[in-house]
């Protein structure tokens, strides 16, 4: 069966490559990066497939059972936009483009400096070499990397500037995981490639750990009225868990009204938030957004398209930096 699947992707990847990227590069002039486009091609299909699944499954239990009506469509709209943009790579392109180089020439002077990088999969030989032993200890290092950076988005002021886009949107669906300002994109992009550098992550587990990751977020932002139950809940973060993450005045404030902070920053567990006394359980299905946006609260905007929410991000930091949290 696996390998069923695995040579199926492989033919599409091949199909999609010779039929639609390779044509379009040369058209283009750009003959020069045909390696990179096949393996940028498998980021693509990888995309649309998960699209797919986010339509056709996360949509049939979204219309199951909801949290609340959609309303605002305009709102998911753009939501929408963001996906398309992260999951068929054009993050993944822009990096590639302007950031990759300067993080290989990082790399580069870190060797020459002596840095030694090493492979986690070699940490018990004859265990975590196998396959699914190693992919599932990659899974766990980086969803601790990535609470912490999720915590440090609600914890510095710059960081929150950026981040609080992604907890403006006051309509959750399966669309909302990647409403980020592309900025912040960068940022988290880079810091889970230089990880993957330092610890040994191939490729291959490097593309897998993404696609998981992306996957399940797609699930917990959905408008979707489930918990994992008692145990469940404190296995894998579920829709319930993470939307207290987005409730207005609990997901971004801690130790009173407009202090920074927040809970439930688990990305895939919840072990983090547990063993770091930032979990909250309440079975509750709160309004989500930032409590700014209030009118009682001076009804901060936000946007409502897409080129409008990433500047006013970019002003929010701008504030920040002058000193006008």
Do not use: C
């Not at 390779?22 to 990179?36: K, R, S, T, V």
């Not at 990088?117 to 190693?134: C, K, M, N, R, Y």
């Not at 290092?141 to 914890?155: A, E, I, S, T």
């Not at 973060?237 to 987005?246: D, G, K, L, Q």
């Amino acid at each position: 069966m696996i390998d069923w699947i695995s040579n199926t992707y492989d033919l599409l990847q091949q199909l999609l490559y010779e039929s639609l990227i390779q044509p379009a590069l040369f058209a283009l002039g750009f003959g020069n990066l045909l390696e990179d486009a096949f393996d940028a091609t498998g980021w693509l299909l990888l995309g649309l497939l998960q699209v797919v699944v986010i339509v056709a499954v996360i949509g049939l239990l979204e219309r199951r059972w909801p949290v609340e009506p959609v309303t605002d469509r305009q709102a998911v709209r753009v939501d929408v936009i963001y996906t398309l943009i992260h999951r068929l790579g054009l993050v993944q392109l822009g990096l590639f483009l302007g950031v990759a180089p300067l993080w290989d020439a990082l790399a580069g002077q870190l060797r020459l400096w002596g840095v030694p990088t090493w492979q986690l999969d070699e940490l018990w030989p004859g265990v975590t070499d196998i396959g699914w032993v190693s992919l599932l200890l990659y899974l766990v290092v980086f969803d601790f990397v990535g609470y912490w950076l999720h915590r440090w988005q609600h914890q510095f002021h710059w960081w929150w500037a950026l981040h609080s886009l992604h907890h403006s949107q006051r309509q959750m669906t399966k669309w909302s995981d990647d409403r980020n300002h592309l900025l912040d994109d960068i940022l988290m992009a880079s810091a889970m490639a230089l990880l993957a550098r330092f610890i040994g992550v191939q490729p291959g587990q490097f593309v897998a750990i993404i696609v998981i990751s992306q996957l399940v977020q797609s699930l917990q932002h959905a408008n979707l009225r489930w918990s994992f139950g008692r145990i469940g809940e404190r296995l894998l973060v579920s829709p319930r868990f993470h939307r207290r993450h987005h409730s207005i005045g609990i997901g971004h404030e801690s130790a009173g009204r407009g202090t920074l902070g927040g809970y439930n920053f688990g990305v895939l567990f919840p072990w983090w938030d547990l063993l770091f006394r930032t979990a909250n359980f309440e079975p509750r299905f709160d309004a989500t957004g930032v409590r700014d946006q209030l009118p009682e609260e001076g009804a901060r905007d936000y946007g409502r398209g897409f080129w409008r929410q990433q500047w006013l991000g970019l002003k929010r930091l701008l504030g920040v930096a002058r000193g006008a949290v």
